[in-house]
């Protein structure tokens, strides 16, 4: 079977879903292709009898780009923002976080001179313009920022749980100084999970007509003499497309057009890490809700002190998670492990109090680890195939995450409606 239209899109995650909405304000027909039987990509939420479990702890920055884009699109967002505070860890000493000022007071982690330095640091954060950190690394940044070795792990530390990179040493400065920015402004956690934007967003599309087709992997892309698209699928179904909106991952994509020397995505690494997402029927140390470890990469949080994420109120919902390096082997087993160790840590005997829980040993946070010189990169891929638009949380050389997912798939929609509309002018 044929099809033809406008706009293909490939992949219903949220930056596909964005893009649909934008484009679907004009009279151009779209379709969306998504591989998976079920849409949302890394948004999805997954109901595990009562309980509803993000793919990992998702937190939604509260005056990020995303947010406004989505309420642009009258997305609503019902959850709470989270509070600052929790306590770090180091050496198996617990202390009060140093995010939020009274914490900062009472922490014994920092001396008086570190809590100086680190007050200055976090201003330094908040005014500190980002376009001239282009050419360094957040490593060589902090380097500049502070000679205090505590207070650069606290920065470190910070930075992880902004941007989920724990490599500092090739992590672009100015990607993570803007999201630090972003995330010192608080997040929010939503309630159903981030499913809530998915389901909003796919229903508004579905109602402008947008078709969506789950199931459908795009398994090949032709470029025609024309200048528009031939999508193939495994079923040999052929989609024309005069436009594609790109928003899998960049080495598929890459993949699809290697004859044309584009070679952008091999230095791309993915920011990866391991969730042990959990519902405990009662949580054993109800104090402790917020901790992350100072010099093992761990997180932990309860989103359900924020977010209704069980249809049981009494139920609890947290998170531990495991930051991967990209260039360490990661042994499965072991991190389970770690996470369920970190765990027992802090809430002793949780094991007794589980509903479900779900180990995910190797997932992809971020199509992009943001390196420098990448901006480059995405500047050539954008301009090498006319009608061929690219979007998703790599695709956006300042910001990553659903910052990078959602905006890019704005300013994807954006374009082509402008191209179009040069287009259509010129032939008038
Ligand atoms: C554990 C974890 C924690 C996270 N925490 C946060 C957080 O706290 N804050 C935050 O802002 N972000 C967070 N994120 C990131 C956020 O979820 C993603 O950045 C965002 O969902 C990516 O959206 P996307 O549309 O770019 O990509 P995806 O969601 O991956 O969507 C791409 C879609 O394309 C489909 N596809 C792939 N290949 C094909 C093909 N050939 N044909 C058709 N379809 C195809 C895929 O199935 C997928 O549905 C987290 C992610 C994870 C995994």
Request: proline content about 5%; aromatic content about 8%; glycine content about 6%.
């Amino acid at each position: 079977m044929n099809q033809k239209c406008d706009v293909v899109i490939v992949g219903g995650g949220l930056a596909g879903y964005v893009a649909a909405n934008y484009v679907a304000r004009t009279n151009l027909s779209v379709v969306i292709l998504e591989k998976g039987k079920f849409v949302g990509g890394r948004a999805r939420t997954t109901k595990i009898e009562q309980q509803y479990f993000n793919l990992g702890p998702h937190a939604l920055y509260k005056k990020g780009k995303a947010r406004s884009i989505l309420e642009e699109l009258r997305i609503t967002l019902p959850g709470k923002p989270t509070k600052s505070g929790g306590i770090l860890i180091e050496n198996n000493i617990e202390f009060p976080a140093p995010f939020s000022a009274l914490n900062l007071f009472k922490t014994n982690l920092l001396n008086w001179k570190e809590r100086i330095e680190w007050m200055t640091v976090l201003l330094k954060i908040v005014r500190v313009n980002t376009e001239p950190l282009e050419g360094k690394t957040f490593h060589q940044w902090a380097g500049e920022i502070t000679h205090s070795p505590k207070v650069k792990l606290l920065l470190y530390t910070l930075g992880r749980l902004a941007t989920y990179s724990h490599t500092p040493e090739k992590m672009d400065a100015k990607v993570m100084v803007s999201h630090l920015k972003i995330a010192l402004k608080g997040v929010l956690y939503l309630d159903g999970g981030w499913q809530t934007i998915i389901d909003q967003l796919h229903n508004k599309a579905v109602l402008s007509g947008v078709q969506v087709q789950p199931q459908t992997p795009v398994r090949q892309i032709e470029l025609l003499s024309d200048g528009s698209f031939q999508l193939v699928t495994p079923h040999n179904e052929k989609i024309l497309a005069k436009n594609v909106i790109w928003t899998a991952g960049p080495q598929e994509l890459e993949s699809m057009f290697l004859d044309k020397g584009n070679c952008f995505s091999n230095k791309m690494t993915a920011i990866k890490g391991a969730t042990l997402d959990v519902a405990l029927s009662q949580l054993p140390n109800p104090e402790k809700l917020f901790a992350m470890d100072l010099t093992n990469p761990l997180y932990y949080s309860v989103h359900s002190t924020y977010a209704h994420l069980s249809d049981n109120k009494n139920n609890i919902i947290l998170h531990v998670f495991k930051y991967h390096h990209p260039e360490e082997h990661h042994d499965s087993t072991l991190d389970k492990h770690s996470l369920e160790q970190f765990l027992e840590k802090l809430q002793p005997g949780w094991e007794k109090y589980v509903i479900t829980k779900r180990f995910l040993p190797h997932i992809t946070v971020n199509q992009r680890l943001p390196e420098l010189g990448d901006a480059k990169k995405l500047l050539r891929l954008k301009s090498t195939i006319p009608h061929l638009y690219v979007a998703g949380d790599w695709a956006s050389p300042d910001y990553i995450l659903s910052e990078g997912a959602v905006s890019s798939g704005k300013q994807a929609a954006e374009e082509l409606i402008i191209k179009e509309k040069r287009d259509e002018s010129a032939n008038q």
